[in-house]
């Protein structure tokens, strides 16, 4: 059984930062890329970040250069930090990574339970 947990969601203002974390735990043997979603009011979820096992990084076209993406491996743990915040970004902000838990060949796709994020003044 693999666990995601996200924490770090808030209200913040208008060109503001957070750093939202999400830390996997369970019986896993590998993790491989991870990755933050997220979903706001009225809306389908939309991608908004991927990180490999090697470091390298992707981002939605509406993030890009406001919000990066990072892991320690040791801990099984993704962020993302989020800097000049806009209205726009409020949503339900979900991590997701790639598992391959311990006794099995398959990888699977688990998700968290999401962490809010309302920016607005």
């Known amino acids: 059984q693999v666990q995601l947990v996200e924490s770090g969601g808030g209200l913040v203002q208008p060109g503001g930062s957070l750093r939202l974390s999400c830390a996997a735990s369970?019986?896993?043997?590998?993790?491989?890329?991870m990755g933050w979603s997220r979903q706001a009011p009225g809306k389908q979820r939309e991608w908004v970040a991927t990180v490999s096992k090697d470091g390298s990084t992707n981002y939605a076209d509406s993030v890009k250069g406001r919000f990066t993406i990072s892991r320690d491996n040791a801990k099984n743990t993704v962020y993302l930090q989020m800097d000049s915040l806009k209205p726009e970004d409020t949503a339900v902000y979900y991590c997701n990574a790639v598992v391959r838990a311990s006794g099995s060949t398959r990888w699977n796709n688990y998700w968290g339970q999401g962490t809010r994020v309302t920016v607005s003044s």
């Open positions: 369970g019986t896993i043997l590998s993790i491989n890329t």
